[in-house]
């Protein structure tokens, strides 16, 4: 992998990446997730010691103007850091709610490259696209987010556009970040053996590969088209139109949406939008990308989610996206499905049968562990259970289960803590795998159909069953000259 070469990281980043260290663990004291964390054994005494003073001192320090550090230290930092901030946005239960407030604004309205240089690098991508097919170009863009900014534009022929650009250097700024982390987790897996379990050196491998994947805009339209198809009979999730006699790998032109972000409740009322019913197409849609597709929006934060005036979803930015087998698919669907119904036998017996467990575990004191962990979060407030969360409290024990952890399923723990964060803004009482479970069991009774089992298996194995008739005279020709 790439990230892999020699680190080159430059010191005047270790002021802010102390302050950064130090804010999130101000936050972490105060939502108390520090003190579950010592209570749950999960660090030894040396470590434990140094937290409880840590606790002592920084509790209830002033939170005003944490917020805006935090957002000034990762903007400086570069665009690696301002994703992170971007996934931290939607996490009021760890950070609160001022404080995502303020990283809101990393997700779309960070300062912008002048309209000089934007002009220039499409001309660059498409002379002809330029001079020959573009009426007006807006000067002022309408989003500037860490790796790329959107201005918008018509067309001659009438048509509204919106032309999504690279910002200059973006691939070696990201790259550089990438590789830090990747030698920060490689440091840590060397001083603290026991979470290489964890495998977060290669989960940063992967989601580095996705996000320099976000930099080839080709790739980004190839993912909206296969978004569109799958979702193409879909009246409540719209996919913009892609322009692609315009587009390339650092230009992306298509369809401009005029729509309200999803978590602006304020201006979705005043359009008198249905917020329960917002909530359940995007449960809906979040499955059927999941599960019937595998193939899902990897970066749902709320600034990627616009309504539109008939009340659609409409996704806008496509350079993050993941794929399941539909092995994982079947794993996740009977984890997600026995952990809602308390069935903790079952979720250590599926971990089994993936070979994620050692021979020498005991599946009793497992599942007595997992219950553990498990029923004070399904027992709380339906609009507070996630079980995003419940997944990365069961990731905690492979420490002591020696559970090995699936890096294929990273990303979408990241957006199921995105699309859990998004949907408690939007409406609070309403849970988004209450919603699910009917989706996810109909799934789950269909793939397991023997029926249809027997129709895949003749439909992957096709071509070989067309040629048993041919095989079979073959064998008899040459028995019949013998």
Partial sequence: MQIKQKLEFPIWKIPYLIIISIIILIKFINTGILTRLIENNYFDNRIKLILKILNFVLANKNQKEIGKKLRKCLINLGPGYIKLGQALSTRPDILGKKTCDELKTLQDNLEPISSSIARKIIHNENENFILNDLNTFEEIPIASASVAQVYTGFLKNGKKIAI?????????????????????????????????????????????????????????????????????????????????????KNMLVLEFIDGIRIDDLESLNSAKHNINKITEIGTEVFFLQVFRDGFFHGDMHPGNILIDKKGALVPIDFGIMGRLSNKDRQFLALLLTYLLNKNYKKVVEIHDEANMLGKEISHDHLAQAIRAITTPILNKPIGEVSLAKLLGQILSLSKKFNIEVQPQFTLLQKTMLMAEGTTRQINPNINMWELSKPLINKWINDTHDPFKIIEEWFHKNKLVLLKIPEIVNKIDKKLSKK
């Fill in 164 to 248: 999504k650009i690279l910002k200059p250097n973006i691939h070696k700024k990201l790259f550089k970040d990438f590789t830090f982390f990747y030698w920060i987790t490689k440091c840590l897996e060397f001083f603290i053996p026991s979470i290489k379990r964890l495998k977060l050196s290669t989960n940063v491998e992967l989601l580095s590969e996705v996000s320099l994947n976000e930099l080839d805009l080709t790739l980004e339209a190839s993912a909206a088209d296969e978004l569109a198809v799958n979702f193409k009979d879909h009246p409540n999730y719209k996919v913009p139109k892609i322009y692609w006699e315009f587009t390339t």
